[in-house]
């Protein structure tokens, strides 16, 4: 995954250099029929019926079940694995460790194994074991004797650097060496400030709680292997990850995976139980389904990082920012990762003295791992509070505040924005809400307090990028197949993609048929993160797309005398749009040029020269708050994004509501619980772990598009949206609910405990 945003970073690097020239440039769409509508998925009847294949669905013929024998412990070293009893037991076709031929493979970097004797968290993969049902598979791998030996551990930053604290890693648990890093001087900006305020934040670690658990099943036919795998991407994540891992050639692996149930950045890296299931396969000489569970999940697939940030903010009387410092300390759990809590300092506002400086502490914990934004929702809950602070301060409208830092240019890459849609997602945000009457407004009842605040936030990615291809067929009966390696991670991608397919070519989405995310027949592209997706895939499909048409155009300007720039397609037919009488069946011009279809491989083009790509997002809330009870009741959100041009309407505002209401959860209910007396994690379940309902949710969340015809980002404009939509949301909530309560509620998540605890504080001064 880290790998994955490396490539992201190549990616952007790579776009200051100029893009090859072309002499057959598209031109942006103006007027559009399809694209910006609000359209039903193309798989809705699947999707509601339950004929959509998910893995959990996946059976094939002679399958058997997979599953994991997990350490207890919070830290321990496996001393003697004995699998005699667990060999005998009914319905065992195999059983694996990390001494079966072909199971010692190295993970996390070099820092672990995939079956690795040094258990550094409750969880960590001991043995496995394949069965003719999964009860039996279960029951085998209780019945697998493992002598551990116990290890004092560690599941608290403050303990884990303290002396003679445990070791996760040899030479202690600091994870790696923290790097500053530093734009101007801010011992100079804090001078030059006239106020300066430094306050200490909290997050929680979050949990991804994917609806559909992880999990693969895979099937050998001889050398080559076949993985139906809830993922992120069938190429990066499956295919290349797995051939990589396995020692094999690219060619004799396949991943699929139609449709996946959640992800989150969960799923953005190769799992061990897809490896476990091949090597159980093998050893079984049988198809193996092996899918984890909820509690399986909650310990070994990832989560968003806590963090401790200690931000120092400088402003001068007039609004002006002059100084930025974060310290930002986070536990990957027991192998490193990354946090990228710093970013949002030096990006969001223009302020020309910024340093931060992040580091890492190793805790007996599960890793963490890339969430929806991995950093952001984080940093914004520490600098938008922070931002609110210094406007009070100065006795300024938050959002008169945050307009007056507002920059046009990327103040780290230090190049313009291709469009620079902060400003407009404030001003519009702000007006949907009703913000000055909604502040101006002090209604309260008795023990119920009402609270209004906001939040910007934007995101690093969402540009998209090369390399990624589509691949557009169209038959002589009008048809056409859209090809992508694309997963669609429940974002509407295959509707999207058909919905830009229909527009160049300029025929029904009806008649678009989406076949994706299968290495064996799809094209490449890159693992649906990042909110790169849709700006990654949708260039590629319209260039496809044009490509069959320019294809096309050209035979029928030829036999019908007419210029190519002069056709359109209409029905099963192309006709000039001058003289409409000239037109000949596709039927008819492929007949004559002697093909039954044609096909064009599109590639996104190079992001354009000089600028940088970036989403944006600013979003407002309301709560009540229950002084007695302590609840907190989030009655309006307001999301107002940039993301370029919208594609699908519909997709898009499900994007915004889905980003608010995890956002809604990290705010008030959401974080790991470890105890610290066994080491082990409390509430592995989703009963215990409260992620929002639609009784938590606001009614009727509103989405603003802020829509600025971007036409320098890409071919279709469009800028990535799924974890923009998150970014602000926990900071806005945090906001209002201080205006509610007239306490700042520092550290999250802000339960009902939480809040009695401020008030109670509040009350003893
Ligand atoms: Mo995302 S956290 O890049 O899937």
């Given at each position: 995954?880290t790998?994955?945003y ?24 103006g ?12 798989d ?9 294949l ?12 997979g ?8 830290h321990?070293?496996?001393k ?6 667990a ?26 194994k995939l ?12 043995a ?8 039996q ?11 551990y ?11 884990a ?9 040899p ?18 900006g ?23 658990t ?9 050398e080559k ?7 992120q ?6 295919l290349?990850?797995f051939?990589?891992?396995m ?44 899918m ?31 100084a ?5 300390v ?19 506002y ?8 992040e580091?890492g502490?190793?805790?007996?914990a ?48 230090r ?11 404030i ?23 009402r609270?209004?605040g906001?939040?910007?936030g ?6 998209g990028?090369?390399?990624?291809t ?31 397919a229909?527009?160049e ?12 995310a ?18 990654s ?94 609840e907190?009741?989030v ?49 592995t ?15 009727r ?15 279709v ?12 949301t926990?900071?806005?909530?945090a ?15 802000v ?8 008030l ?6």
């Open positions: 995954m790998e994955f490396d490539r992201l970073e190549e990616n952007f690097r790579n776009s200051f250099e100029p893009p090859a020239p072309s002499e057959d440039t598209m031109d942006p769409w007027e559009t029929r399809i694209v910006g509508k609000g359209i039903p998925r193309v809705a009847y699947e999707r509601v019926s339950g004929k959509a998910f893995t959990y669905d996946v059976i094939l013929p002679e399958m058997v079940y599953a994991i024998l997990r350490c207890p412990h919070a321990a070293m496996v003697r694995i004995d699998t005699s009893a060999e005998k037991m009914p319905g065992v076709v195999a059983v694996i460790t990390g001494s079966t031929p072909g199971a010692d493979i190295s993970w996390y970097g070099a820092q672990s079956f690795d004797p040094h258990c550094r968290h409750q969880g960590e993969e001991v496995a074991v394949a069965a003719q049902t999964p009860y598979a279960w029951d085998a791998a209780k019945a697998i004797k493992v002598e030996e116990e290890l004092p551990f560690v599941v608290d930053e403050d303990s650097l303290k002396p003679g604290a445990p070791e996760i890693h030479g202690g648990n600091a994870a790696g060496k923290p790097r500053p890093q530093t734009r101007g001087d801010v011992e100079k804090f001078v030059e400030a006239d106020i300066v305020l430094e306050e200490t934040f909290r997050t929680p670690v979050q949990m991804h709680t994917t609806i559909e992880h999990g693969s099943v895979v099937k050998w036919d001889g292997i076949t993985v139906w795998d809830s993922s991407g069938v190429y990066d994540a499956g290349m990850s051939a990589r891992t020692n094999m050639p690219y060619n004799n692996v396949r991943f699929l995976c139609p449709y996946v149930g959640g992800a989150f950045g969960s799923k953005l890296e190769l799992g061990k139980y897809t490896i476990i299931a091949a090597l159980l396969s093998r050893k079984a000489s049988r198809p193996v389904k092996l984890l569970t909820r509690e399986e999940t909650m310990l070994c697939v990832g989560n968003r990082p806590n963090a401790k940030m200690t931000v120092k903010a400088g402003v001068k009387k007039d609004g002006t920012l002059t930025l410092q974060l310290t930002c986070f536990t990957p759990g027991a192998y490193s990762s990354m946090a990228f809590v710093g970013f949002l300092f030096q990006e969001l223009k302020c020309p003295n910024v340093m931060v400086l580091s502490i190793y805790t007996n599960g890793r963490s791992r890339a969430f929806r934004a991995p950093g952001f929702p984080t940093a914004a809950w520490s600098l938008e509070q922070m931002m609110d602070m210094l406007a009070e301060k100065l006795n300024m409208d938050p959002v008169e505040f945050r307009l007056k830092n507002f920059t046009e240019i990327s103040p780290s890459r190049v313009p924005y291709s469009s620079a849609g902060l400003k407009d997602c001003i519009e945000g702000a007006k949907k809400f009703g913000w000055s009457e909604a502040k101006a407004t002090k209604t309260e009842s008795g023990h119920i307090k609270g209004v906001m939040a910007a934007l995101w690093m990615m969402g540009s990028g090369p390399p990624y589509a691949e557009v067929r169209m038959f002589a009966d009008g048809g056409v197949t859209v090809k992508t390696g694309a997963m669609d991670l429940g974002t509407g991608t295959k509707t999207t993609a058909a919905m830009v229909a527009e070519l300029g025929i029904p989405v009806e008649n678009i048929r989406m076949i994706n299968d290495t064996a027949i799809t094209p490449y592209a890159s693992s649906s993160g990042g909110s790169m997706t849709l700006a895939l949708a260039p590629a499909v319209r260039r496809g797309a044009w490509l069959v048409k320019r294809q096309i155009f050209g035979w029928a300007a030829e036999i019908l005398g007419v210029t190519a720039d002069d056709l359109e397609i209409r029905d099963k037919s192309i006709v000039s749009r001058s003289n409409p009488s000239k037109k000949k069946t596709l039927e008819e011009i492929f007949r004559t040029k002697g093909v039954l279809d044609v096909i064009a491989i599109g590639n996104r083009e190079a992001n354009p020269a000089g600028k940088a790509v970036m989403p944006f997002s600013a979003q407002f809330a309301e709560v009540e708050v229950n002084t007695k009870t302590g907190v009741k009655v309006r959100l307001v999301g107002a994004n940039d993301s370029g041009r919208v594609v699908n309407l519909k997709s898009y505002e499900n994007q915004v509501y889905g980003g608010m209401t995890q956002g809604l959860g990290y705010a008030l209910t959401e974080k790991r619980v470890m105890d610290p007396q066994t080491g082990k994690m409390c509430n379940n989703l009963h215990d772990y409260k992620v929002p309902t639609a009784l938590d949710v606001p009614v969340p509103e989405v603003v598009p802020v829509d600025l015809k971007d036409n320098e980002c890409n071919n404009g469009c800028k990535g949206l799924g974890e923009p939509g998150h970014v602000p926990a900071a806005a909530i906001n209002a609910i201080y205006n509610a309560i007239g306490v700042r509620p520092t550290d999250g998540p339960d009902n405990r939480m809040i009695l605890e401020l109670s504080r509040k009350r003893r001064g």
